[in-house]
T-cell receptor, first 112, second 116 residues
Framework: AQSVTQPDIHITVSEGASLELRCNYSYGATPYLFWYVQSPGQGLQLLLKYFSGDTLVQGIKGFEAEFKRSQSSFNLRKPSVHWSDAAEYFCAVVTGTYKYIFGTGTRLKVLA | DAGVIQSPRHEVTEMGQEVTLRCKPISGHDYLFWYRQTMMRGLELLIYFNNNVPIDDSGMPEDRFSAKMPNASFSTLKIQPSEPRDSAVYFC??????????????FGPGTRLTVL
């Protein structure tokens, strides 16, 4: 069955520290992978996506993610976190019938 | 571009009442999706449309839920009768589908529904 797992429900980091949010997927074919961010009271906004080519993809707000097929992972990273990055982050895979399957999300807290 | 528009932003109703949520997708987008977000179940796809036609409604929880898309610029999600367990944030999203599965979904701000 197709699924997305985000093992960390909550993560707390200090401002300026590096960040890595984990995402593992289960999908039989070539995955189309996305990371979205949701600020409080807002809808989801695309950070970045991967569907082919270079396995390291750059996104908005200084985020990047690396696709590792051997590990079925698509982890999101940022070298230096800003207080405004506090939000909830969702990983998703798109199936062949154009359905998005979202992970349960990781809530990021940033300490000043 | 105004983005995806949802109304109302907040809805409080009593159990047994009919609730109608509305969505206006981005002009020119061919696909429209309805999601429900709760703490317990996360973000769930309820139904999606392609060119106003429902493609997959397997996520609709039960017959109390129905969705329509009478034209390319408007969709509704109706709950009748509503129950307290329907309390959630309901999101609408649209996508142009020009590039296929790599297309970005554009989300509306959501409707927070509270059923007392």
């Amino acid at each position: 069955a197709q699924s997305v797992t985000q093992p960390d429900i909550h993560i707390t980091v200090s401002e300026g520290a590096s960040l890595e949010l984990r995402c593992n997927y289960s999908y039989g074919a070539t995955p189309y992978l996305f990371w979205y961010v949701q600020s409080p009271g807002q809808g989801l906004q695309l950070l970045l996506k991967y569907f082919s080519g270079d396995t390291l993809v750059q996104g908005i707000k200084g985020f990047e993610a690396e696709f590792k097929r051997s590990q079925s992972s698509f982890n999101l990273r940022k070298p230096s976190v800003h207080w405004s990055d506090a939000a909830e982050y969702f990983c998703a895979v798109v199936t062949g019938t154009y359905k998005y399957i979202f992970g349960t999300g990781t809530r990021l807290k940033v300490l000043a | 571009d105004a983005g995806v528009i949802q109304s109302p932003r907040h809805e409080v109703t009593e159990m047994g009442q009919e609730v109608t949520l509305r969505c206006k997708p981005i002009s020119g987008h061919d696909y429209l999706f309805w999601y429900r977000q709760t703490m317990m179940r996360g973000l769930e796809l309820l139904i999606y449309f392609n060119n106003n036609v429902p493609i997959d409604d397997s996520g609709m929880p039960e017959d109390r839920f129905s969705a329509k898309m009478p034209n390319a610029s408007f969709s509704t999600l109706k709950i009748q009768p509503s129950e307290p367990r329907d309390s959630a944030v309901y999101f609408c999203a649209s996508t142009p589908r020009r590039a296929g599965r790599s297309d970005t979904q554009y989300f509306g701000p959501g409707t927070r529904l509270t059923v007392l």
